[in-house]
């Protein structure tokens, strides 16, 4: 049966059918799971902002600020998710290896490298 509109397909869950053995056949997977702009939008919002607060955090010595940090990070990204790209976040299956590729996809966006990679990625998974 299809899904219906708004609903994940099989092939954009984020828990794909085989459990991955590596972290280079994770971040093809990762990029496959944030395909779209306004998905990778707010995961750098939120990660540019959960930057900023850990920064925020380490100067001031809040745990507070700390604990907001890892709360912006993660709460746009899983909003993005569910809103976006009506996908299980991967962090819940490969939480390491999730953080990582998060931070990876924000400093190659940042350097202007991340279109490259994607487009890579993306056309092998095609």
């Known amino acids: 049966m299809a899904p219906q509109q708004g ?3 099989a092939e954009r869950s984020a828990t794909p059918r085989r459990r991955l053995a590596s ?3 994770f971040w093809p997977f990762y990029l ?3 395909s779209k702009p306004e998905t990778r939008r707010l995961h750098y919002v939120g990660t540019a902002l959960a930057l900023a607060l850990f920064a925020c955090s380490l100067a001031t010595l809040s745990g507070w600020l700390l604990l907001a940090a890892i709360v912006s990070g993660y709460a746009f990204a899983w909003l993005s998710h569910a809103f976006v790209e009506h996908n299980r976040p991967a962090t819940f ?3 390491l290896w999730s ?3 998060d931070f990876r996809m ?3 966006w940042i ?3 991340l279109e490259p990679e994607l487009q890579q990625h993306l056309k092998a998974q095609k």
């Open 111 to 113: 350097s202007g490298r």
């Open 32 to 34: 496959n799971e944030h």
């Open 99 to 101: 953080l990582v590729s």
């Open 93 to 95: 299956t490969y939480p």
């Open 7 to 9: 609903e994940p397909s």
């Open 106 to 108: 924000f400093f190659l």
């Open 23 to 25: 972290y280079s056949d």
